[in-house]
């Protein structure tokens, strides 16, 4: 065991003088390959920056998983009461301490702005909504708990509207007047970011049984004032928890009345990795950079050990075994490429986690931006690694076979 360490102690140092002689030469050779696994590590690096945009992005549209929507629908003649479903519906969320539940109604407001009374979207949901869809605020907050018994109501609204309402301070309390049956003063407690480029605006609210916030007209922009139910659950047990769930609200709704449940998240649909395609291209691209850097360090490698035949020759006349030579030429290789990936390595961390690279990637809209992966540093230093050995097999298999008198007479 000790001969066995002692023989591959010294030939990584055989190795490393040897790069030392020829540092100006193995300098030019590894560029490439620094630059490879820089490009590689760079590549799998933003690769998670690009996966963590496109999550959140759908976690916005359809909620985080495991995200569930109920419905209701009647059976019979008579139409289901809203006040009932929504009544049965926060039971059921109370009874299983259901923490992130939501009413989410697409409908209208009438807002009395400079230009007139203009009616723009607006979302009616609960204080859970805002975690639940990653609703992004610029300004402002997000509801709490005690909106709920303001006297007047809070209200989010998104970033054009803000623009047309003069972008004043969300600390000044800016309000806006929603026009109904009667005119209602809303306070504005926040600003979220705008969702499609080129909006009118829209806004968020609260439900509220205390004002009288009705659309000017019913059916604006194709929405009904109808909630659905929305429940963020566990992942583990969200199929189990939600048919609970359904099955209590349609036992207290009564005969008449149907519910149903789905999972709306972003993973509902099959059991494939959605980002897979984003995964394959990011590793094909690593993978081609970094094939280009390794042929070129076959090339110089065995270009320099023809330079080397004499001195090897002489080394095996000396007593050299083959197993040495071959280790040594190959450990050459293997030495030079370990800190050229280490220099590309800290060169992709520098370059990824840059805040002006982060957000042209993130396109400004992350919420959590993922650290630096290790896993990526791993695969730098891996590759760099193993494409050192299989750049360093090839000369070191020319090297084994070279004839000891041939050699000396080179």
Request: net charge negative; charged share 15%; aromatic share 8%.
């Amino acid at each position: 065991m000790t001969g066995f360490l002692t023989s591959v102690v010294g030939a990584f140092v055989e190795a490393w003088a040897e790069l030392r002689v020829n540092k100006l030469r193995v300098l030019l050779s590894l560029v490439g390959v620094a630059v490879a696994v820089c490009s590689l590590t760079a590549v799998v690096g933003l690769g998670s920056i690009v996966e963590q945009s496109t999550r959140e992005s759908n976690e916005r549209a359809t909620g985080r998983p495991a995200s569930y929507v109920l419905y209701t629908s009647s059976t019979g003649s008579a139409e289901v009461p809203p006040a009932a479903v929504d009544e049965a519906f926060r039971s059921a969320v109370t009874r299983y301490d259901i923490t992130y539940a939501s009413a989410n109604s697409y409908s209208s407001r009438a807002l009395q702005l400079g230009d007139g009374l203009v009616e723009l979207p607006t979302q009616v949901v609960d204080v859970p909504y805002g975690e639940m869809h990653r609703v992004g605020i610029v300004e402002g907050r997000w509801f709490d708990e005690a909106d709920a018994s303001r006297l007047a109501p809070a209200v989010v609204v998104d970033e054009p509207l803000w623009r047309t309402l003069g972008s004043p301070p969300v600390s000044s309390h800016p309000t806006v007047e929603m026009v109904g049956a009667d005119t209602v003063v809303g306070v504005v407690v926040g600003v979220s970011a705008e969702q499609y480029s080129g909006g009118t605006g829209s806004m968020y609210v609260l439900p509220s049984d205390a004002y009288d916030l009705t659309p000017a007209s019913s059916g604006a922009y194709g929405y009904s004032d109808t909630p659905q139910y929305e429940m963020w659950l566990p992942p583990e047990i969200g199929d189990d928890l939600s048919a609970t769930v359904a099955a209590n609200v349609e036992s207290a709704l009564g005969d008449d009345v149907q519910v149903d449940v789905s999972r709306n998240d972003y993973l509902a649909y099959g059991g494939e990795d959605p980002f897979l395609p984003i995964k394959l291209g990011v590793t094909g691209v690593g993978v081609l950079v970094l094939l280009l850097g390794g042929l070129g360090l076959v090339n110089i490698a065995l270009v320099t050990v023809r330079q080397r035949i004499r001195e090897i020759g002489v080394r095996r006349s000396f007593g050299a075994t083959a197993p040495r030579v071959f280790f040594s030429v190959m450990l050459e290789s293997v030495a030079g490429t370990v800190v050229a990936g280490a220099v590309g390595v800290m060169v992709a961390v520098l370059v990824v986690e840059n805040p002006t690279v982060q957000g042209w990637v993130g396109q400004g809209s992350l919420d959590d931006l993922p650290p630096f992966p290790v896993s990526a540093a791993l695969v730098g230093l891996g590759s760099a690694t193993l494409i050192g050995a299989v750049a360093g097999l090839l000369p070191a298999l020319v090297a084994v076979r070279v004839k000891v008198i041939d050699a000396i007479r080179y």
